[in-house]
């Protein structure tokens, strides 16, 4: 299924900035709660942006969901959602970023860069509108840098010792953000991780 092009006015730097975040979209079982309504309800103003970090359907879980960890399963799942009439009404009103987490890389769900399923990420960035294939990026809105996180693709295995040598982001992805809030003359960083 196909969703109408989005298009919405933004943010314009005056009046309250409402961010979004949210995850974990179960699609099967219990009746579904009412979370995404819930998150206009709560914003004091109409949101400028959501960012949506991951757990898109819980597509590699053993219930629930897929049958396999396989593409075209994972893409049954990431569609799925994003063609939801909630989820749909929700983007409608609202920009909307993603990033991905440990329940879209494959098996097993607590993966590191040594244990993702390449395939996931190579897929995600087929469907995804993120202006990055590197799973971060970062938006301004307003005075207020907004920067967003990649915790799996990039990170040095979960069995490595802890030191100061263990990366969750990678040189590289950390040399951006250092970069990247060094540069900036925002008044505030939101960080989505």
């Known amino acids: 299924a196909r969703t109408e092009v989005q298009r919405v006015q933004p943010y314009g730097g005056s009046g ?3 961010l979004l975040a949210a995850s974990c979209a179960q ?3 219990p009746a579904p709660n009412a979370g995404y309504d819930r998150l206009l309800e709560a914003a004091p103003a109409v949101p400028s942006a959501l960012v949506y970090q991951g757990d898109i359907g819980y597509p590699n879980n053993t219930a629930e969901a897929c049958y396999a960890a396989a593409p075209d399963y994972f893409a049954d799942r990431f569609g799925r959602l994003l063609a939801d009439p909630a989820w749909a009404r929700l983007r409608a ?3 909307v970023g993603f990033t991905m987490d440990d329940h879209d890389y494959g098996p097993p769900n607590n993966a590191d860069r040594t244990t993702v399923e390449a395939w996931t990420w190579q897929l995600w960035n087929r469907i995804h509108a993120d202006p990055s294939a590197d799973g971060y990026f970062d938006f301004r809105m307003g005075d207020v840098h907004c920067l967003t996180l990649d915790g799996r693709r990039y990170c040095d295995p979960i069995t490595t010792p802890n030191g100061p040598a263990k990366t969750k982001l990678g040189a590289r992805q950390l040399a951006w953000l250092h970069r990247t809030i ?3 003359d925002a008044a505030m960083f939101v960080v989505f991780s």
């Open 182 to 184: 060094e540069r900036s």
């Open 27 to 29: 699609l099967t079982g």
């Open 16 to 18: 309250p900035l409402v």
């Open 93 to 95: 009103a609202v920009p």
